[in-house]
């Protein structure tokens, strides 16, 4: 009798852990593929890129509804996964080559990673930022030419930052695929983002817990 009471309460917990493990493990198996599907598309138009950033991320809420998981806390704690300028495999002429190395070699130093996490903060730091990139390639027109290149390392750039990563993926999902991003706009658009949900007029407020990512701008 005792032993059966205790299988009804222990039998919802190992369902839970159950499915869990099971999301853990199809999620690591999705996460090479997305990747290399993301690799394959760098050579594809926006509007092609944009058809398989929305692919996946489907196929990340199917995986988390099969599991009987919750929506929401898994989508923030497990998104897709996204291709970084390290995983790129670029085509890229001399110089480009030479700013791209210049750039990643000033990651952490000359070109800091986003620590203040207020739409106040991610404007100080894009006006920091545009300086630094001046800095980096020295004129104007090589400026503009880094600033298109470096738009693949804006993941690592807010790595501390769960809510940017969110409001990053809402920009991969909602940007207009006949225009071309670079570093700078990137960020514009997530100040946009960050403005529609509000924080302008909560000035100094951290940005959790950001809308979902389902959210269409109006």
């Not at 070699?105 to 800091?112: C, F, N, R, S, T």
């Not at 996490?117 to 503009?144: N, P």
């Not at 804006?154 to 790595?159: A, S």
Request: aromatic share 8%.
């Amino acid at each position: 009798m005792a032993s059966g009471m205790w299988k009804k309460l222990l039998r919802p917990k190992i369902e839970k852990i159950s499915s869990h493990q099971a999301f853990i493990a199809a999620y690591t198996a999705l996460k090479p593929i997305w990747l290399e599907e993301q690799s394959k598309a760098i050579k594809l138009s926006p509007d092609e890129q944009r058809q398989i950033s929305l692919k996946q991320n489907d196929a990340l809420k199917t995986l988390i509804f099969n599991c009987g998981l919750d929506e929401k806390t898994y989508s923030k704690n497990y998104p897709v996964p996204l291709l970084t300028n390290n995983d790129l495999n670029l085509e890229l002429k001399q110089y480009e080559k030479d700013l791209d190395d210049t750039f990643r070699k000033e990651v952490g130093k000359i070109i800091p990673l986003l620590k203040e996490h207020t739409i106040h903060g991610v404007e100080k730091y894009l006006a920091t930022f545009d300086k630094a990139l001046l800095s980096l390639a020295k004129t104007q027109a090589r400026k503009d030419i880094l600033d298109r290149l470096s738009v693949y390392y804006v993941p690592t750039l807010i790595k501390l930052d769960k809510g940017l990563i969110t409001y990053y993926n809402q920009h991969l999902n909602n940007r207009d695929p006949d225009e071309s991003y670079t570093l700078t706009s990137t960020f514009m658009d997530i100040i946009d983002l960050m403005e529609r949900d509000g924080h302008r007029a909560r000035l100094g407020e951290a940005i959790y817990p950001p809308k979902q990512m389902n959210n269409v701008r109006k």
